[in-house]
């Protein structure tokens, strides 16, 4: 092996064909089965895109519908579960509450083990619906409120938004959320999606997968970074100061979170469709400190990190979006796995049907061989 090539971080390492998510990191696109990502987010709605990500085509109107009401049956989280949330510590991070209530949610279900392709499939959906619930249910109880059963006569995002906040959204925050939703539904092989695909790649069931892929997105570097923009800047008072607080983190050669991407080398689509919202939304509510800091910020990088390749990615301005939608910035990233579970789902009923081989990579050996056991009185 000492001549093998070491692909660090399997950057550029391609293991398996995908219909699902393209991404041109060139010129900045993002196409879920070939739509372009300006169009779905525009024209479409999350139970449609989580659809078109099961199986690989948009619905007819007929299968909406049906598709649709699955997904309403589906909501509901039974209370013995709510309950045992409940137990759950207060100042633990919502993503390992996440992470634990999906492993409780396998743990009791009987057919857990079942790992045919219509029991993931029917499992996928029912993970799809319950996702909302479930995090809505940790946010309430985290503010000792009790949670609130999910509505039938509202959309996925409408029902999301409801559960979250104890009201209705108005037809803008509908929308607002339905159009992150679907923004952060898939993006090719990213690390979560990498994740549930080697856990189901050993056979293993859809629960494990899915709880394994919350536990990579919840990582700075990946889903977290929208929850740590906002963090990054809270001590900033206002536009006028980011100037001199760029040029100091580039001189402490810290990253600025929310920028940069391993695939994309332009300015990321979703962020694009993100900041016009951010825009809007702090225009209309008069909060726009935040949507300044941000731009101010994107101003200095275009200057320092674009040449790099680095810019905006879809975590920088959702921090704005979710803000206004009266989500508090720890549950951001769950919000990101309540829309990414149907990419996690679709691509492991892609690689089911298409592949289904174990995943197994190698690491090159730099120890060395035939050392003498050495008895432990005799070690130094
Ligand atoms: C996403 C990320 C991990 C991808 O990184 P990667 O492909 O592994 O690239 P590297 O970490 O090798 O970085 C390459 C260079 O760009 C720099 N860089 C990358 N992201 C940067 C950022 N956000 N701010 C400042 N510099 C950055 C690195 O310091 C490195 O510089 P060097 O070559 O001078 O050492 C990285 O861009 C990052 O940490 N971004 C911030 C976190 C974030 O927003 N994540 C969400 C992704 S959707």
């Given at each position: 092996?000492?001549?093998?090539?070491?692909?660090?971080?399997?950057?550029?390492?391609?293991?398996?064909?995908?219909?699902?998510?393209?991404?041109?990191?060139?010129?900045?696109?993002?196409?879920?089965?070939?739509?372009?990502?300006?169009?779905l987010a525009e024209k479409s709605t999350y139970e449609e895109v989580a659809f078109l990500l099961l199986y690989r085509r948009l619905p007819t109107k007929k299968e909406l519908e049906e598709f649709d009401q699955k997904l309403k049956e589906n909501r509901a989280v039974r209370v013995e579960k709510i309950a045992s949330f409940a137990n759950y510590p207060k100042d633990a991070h919502p993503m390992a509450a996440l992470r634990t209530a999906i492993s409780e949610l396998g743990l009791f279900d009987p057919k857990e083990e079942d790992t045919s392709y219509e029991n993931l499939l029917e499992t996928g959906i029912s993970l799809i619906a319950k996702f909302p619930t479930v995090v809505a249910a940790l946010k309430r109880l985290r503010e000792g409120r009790l949670p609130l059963e999910p509505r039938n006569d509202l959309s996925h995002a409408g029902n999301f938004y409801y559960m979250l906040n104890g009201k209705e959204p108005s037809k803008e925050q509908e929308k607002l959320l339905d159009v992150a939703l679907i923004l952060h539904a898939d993006h090719g092989m990213n690390a979560s999606t990498f994740t549930a695909l080697v856990i189901h790649s050993t056979a293993s069931d859809l629960y494990s997968s899915i709880v394994g892929a919350i536990g990579a997105l919840k990582g700075p570097r990946h889903g977290g970074a929208n929850e740590q923009v906002l963090k990054m800047i809270q001590g900033i008072g206002d536009a006028s100061q980011v100037p001199e607080w760029f040029k100091e983190k580039l001189e402490k050669k810290e990253r600025i979170m929310g920028m940069g991407h391993r695939v994309y080398k332009a300015y990321d689509p979703r962020a694009r469709i993100l900041k016009r919202y951010a825009e809007e939304v702090a225009k209309a509510h008069g909060r726009t400190r935040e949507y300044e800091i941000l731009v101010a910020i994107e101003k200095e990088a275009e200057k320092y990190l674009a040449p790099k390749g680095i810019y905006p990615n879809v975590d920088f301005y959702s921090g704005v979006v979710y803000s206004d939608l009266g989500i508090p910035v720890e549950f951001f990233t769950p919000v990101f796995a309540v829309a990414r579970i149907a990419g996690w789902v679709g691509h492991i009923l892609e690689y089911t049907e298409k592949d289904n081989r174990l995943i197994r990579p190698r690491a090159k050996y730099s120890g060395e061989l035939d050392k003498p056991y050495i008895p432990i009185e005799q070690r130094g």
């Open positions: 092996m000492s001549d093998v090539e070491i692909k660090r971080g399997l950057e550029g390492v391609v293991f398996t064909e995908s219909e699902l998510s393209y991404i041109n990191g060139q010129e900045g696109k993002l196409y879920y089965l070939g739509i372009p990502i300006e169009e």
